[in-house]
């Protein structure tokens, strides 16, 4: 049987070598820079992958970062193990005396393997299989180390010098601090160097007894907080008295340079420690001139280049092997040789008293509420209705485009009857608001072009049209009916002649054809087949609280009464917070993936809503929900990357659908306006923000009056065209940002 082998890993460094990103409290191994997870994440699933044997793995990490640490443990199988949580950071010589003191404890004399979490490994498999390598010498007693034959003579590094090698294992002869670049080349032309990975394999009690030789002091204090510790479900937790009182130094000077007979294993794997930009922009992904391009940046004949903004636009022009990083209050710029000396510029900047180095600013920083009301007001009034009111606008066979180019273009689609309806609601909200254009003329033709080519024999309404008006799906749809009553409450507001009349009918139909005769909700279709969905359910509850508005009568609000009910019993999860989306007949969880599916941009509508009908019912309890379903939206659901919500995540947290959509971020301001003043904190400074990031990622990047739909993991556009029905979210967030805002900042 393969030996177990006890993994921790250490995630308490600051990385200031990747300042300005990598702050103290959002050190470098919570950063995704690939794309597929952050280092962290990718640390643990590379233990994980262990091809044989036993593997239990514990993570070493600061107690102020635990928040971020449960947020990318979640859904990883640890195996039995768990957080170890330092109340304040001791060094390296102290987590390893932690990890050995957690494995002694629980799995006796076991192997031990500690690794860093930022470190970039690219091949899993070779990297255990040079772990396996070096296990017959850690099982013999030796300490392991693992070395990197030298590419290049690396100043970045520390380096070991070997003596001699015997069946693969190597006996080290020293270890070398960093070296200067003389030096450098020197032990790369003597070829008996390798760079130090850090990384080290040993059994237990080999290390426990380095310790009581070398460093009895620390391996007692550790000894003293470990065995005082408190543990839960969260994690091990040491008292900051008794932590602290452990001498702080690296686990190099304490035991490694002082120890003998170590053994290094030439490691088998590309390894990258990710100490610099010039060592991401080694690895990142690159462009046909070798430059690594992150975020909203437009870069013109640069060559080897490393330039990222994680706030504004960056612009750059003929620039050659240079390292540029913008965030939202700092900017670094450099040749890409010299990048290792950001360490100097935080030094200096930590002796002044700055504040850059330590705390991360929320993105899209305001000063005052209401910051963003001109852009806002310009954009959605002088630039996108105009916009949409004409060149959006089928005048030759009536309705509405379903998309448009990016040349605001119209593209031949098919007419979805939500998305005709929703243009009607967005051009009657528009007039509400004052906007002085055709907009009764709008309203007018979209509904007559609905009334005269989508009505069913039953009196509801077809699914889809084909762009000249004949049906091309003729399902009578409950997510369709939604946006046709709220479209019609919003038109019969603003005084359309037609709008009552088409709604009662409407409403006849839903009785009749969609409701479920059980009173449980309404049909996905008026067929009854398949199964059954809270979304429709959700903007259902919408229409009903808009006629509500826009009569005063109390039956549409007992309707969305019916809906809330649903909602408390079916949809939401009082364990998760979070809100199911698809279900059987029964209201059961649908079986597989989709019965754990949830998406963020629907909790922050139901959030949204929920406030709403607080607001009209009386049913107080519900802003409790409302601030649950944020919340989880919020701690789960965001890439952390760009603060955009994902499609869609897990009932644990886990992202299913990782591109970002434009509609989501809008409904996030909703729920913010809506939260704000309700007894909880003051979200003003989170809608502006939201406010911030909606207009970073998906309006600004557009041209004038449109907008990108989607946006990947990385930040970067999916867009192909334009979807009219994204219209109908975003005029309605940013209408209720410029209410909410009335006589603040402009």
Request: aromatic residues 10%; hydrophobic residues 40%.
């Amino acid at each position: 049987m393969t030996e177990r082998i006890v993994s921790f890993v250490m995630s308490g460094g600051i990385g200031s070598r990747l300042w300005p990103l990598s702050r103290e409290d959002n050190p470098k191994q919570f950063h995704d820079f690939s794309g597929d997870g952050s280092m962290l994440v990718k640390t643990l699933r590379r233990l994980t992958a262990r091809p044989k044997g036993e593997t239990p793995i514990f993570l070493i990490a600061s107690e102020r970062h635990a928040d971020r640490v449960h947020a990318d443990l979640a859904g990883i199988d640890l195996s039995g193990g768990g957080p170890l949580f330092e109340p304040t950071g001791r060094n390296t010589a102290a987590a390893v005396a932690l990890a050995t003191l957690r494995t002694l404890s629980e799995f006796g004399d076991s192997l031990v393997l500690v690794v860093p979490s930022d470190h970039e490994i690219t091949t899993a498999r070779q990297f255990w299989q040079s772990v396996e390598n070096g296990a017959g010498a850690a099982r013999a007693g030796r300490l392991v180390v693992f070395g990197i034959k030298p590419g290049h003579p690396e100043t970045g590094y520390g380096y070991i010098e070997i003596a001699g090698e015997t069946d693969g294992i190597c006996d080290v002869s020293r270890f070398v601090e960093k070296p200067d670049l003389a030096t450098a080349q020197n032990y790369l032309a003597a070829g008996n160097f390798y760079w130090n990975t850090g990384i080290f394999l040993f059994r237990a009690s080999a290390m426990r007894d380095a310790f009581t030789a070398f460093e009895p002091e620390i391996w007692k204090a550790t000894e003293i907080a470990y065995h005082a510790a408190t543990s839960d479900l969260s994690g091990l937790y040491m008292p900051l008295e008794l932590y602290a009182a452990i001498p702080s130094t690296s686990i190099d000077y304490a035991i490694m340079e002082r120890a003998s007979h170590i053994a290094m294993v030439p490691a088998g794997f590309r390894w990258n420690d990710l100490g610099s930009w010039q060592s991401l922009l080694d690895v990142g992904p690159s462009d046909n001139d070798g430059n690594v391009i992150v975020g909203d940046v437009v870069a013109i004949d640069c060559e080897n280049s490393y330039i990222r903004s994680d706030s504004r636009l960056l612009s750059a022009i003929g620039l050659r092997d240079i390292a540029i990083v913008s965030t939202a209050d700092a900017t670094f710029v450099a040749p890409v040789s010299r990048s290792q000396n950001v360490k100097k510029i935080v030094e200096q900047l930590e002796k002044s008293g700055r504040l850059e180095t330590r705390f991360t600013p929320a993105g899209d920083r305001v000063i005052e509420s209401g910051a963003w009301r001109r852009r806002v007001h310009h954009w959605l009034f002088e630039e996108t209705v105009p916009l949409w009111s004409t060149v959006g606008v089928d005048e030759r066979h009536g309705g509405f485009h379903e998309a448009l180019g990016f040349d605001a273009t119209p593209l031949k689609k098919p007419k979805r009857m939500r998305t005709m309806a929703r243009q009607v609601y967005a051009f009657a909200v528009a007039r509400a608001r004052g906007w002085d254009g055709p907009a009764d003329r709008l309203i007018g033709h979209g509904l007559e072009f609905m009334a005269r080519n989508g009505r069913t024999d039953n009196g509801g309404w077809v699914r889809t049209l084909n762009v000249d008006g004949t049906v091309a799906d003729a399902a009578e749809d409950a997510y369709d009916h939604s946006c046709v009553l709220l479209a019609l409450a919003h038109a019969h507001m603003v005084g359309n002649p037609d709008a009552l009349r088409l709604a009662e009918e409407t409403f006849s139909f839903l009785d009749a054809h969609l409701e479920d005769h059980r009173m449980t909700g309404f049909l996905e279709t008026s067929s009854g087949e398949g199964g059954r969905r809270s979304n429709p359910h959700m903007h259902l509850l919408e229409a009903f609280l808009a006629w509500h508005q826009a009569t005063g009568e109390l039956a549409y609000l007992r309707r969305a009464a019916r809906i809330v009910d649903l909602f408390r019993s079916h949809f939401f999860d009082p364990e998760s917070w979070t809100l199911g989306e698809y279900f059987d007949a029964e209201w059961r969880p649908a079986d597989g993936e989709k019965g754990t599916w949830t998406e963020p941009g629907h909790h922050f509508e139901w959030a949204s809503l929920l406030v709403d009908f607080t607001g009209r019912s009386g049913q107080s309890d519900l802003t409790g929900f409302a601030r649950k379903l944020y919340a989880s939206a919020i701690a789960n659901g965001l890439n952390r990357a760009t603060g955009l919500a994902y499609g869609a995540v897990s009932r644990q947290g886990l992202p299913l659908d990782l591109v970002s959509r434009s509609w989501p971020q809008a409904e996030a301001i909703k729920a913010a306006i809506a939260l704000d003043g309700s007894g909880g904190p003051d979200l003003k400074p989170e809608i502006e923000a939201r406010v911030g990031r909606l207009f970073r990622w998906h309006i600004n990047p557009a041209p004038l009056g449109l907008w990108i739909d989607r946006i990947d993991e990385r930040g970067r556009s999916l867009a192909t065209d334009v979807p009219t029905s994204i219209f109908y979210h975003l005029v309605c967030a940013l209408t209720q940002y410029l209410d909410s805002t009335v006589g603040e900042a402009r």
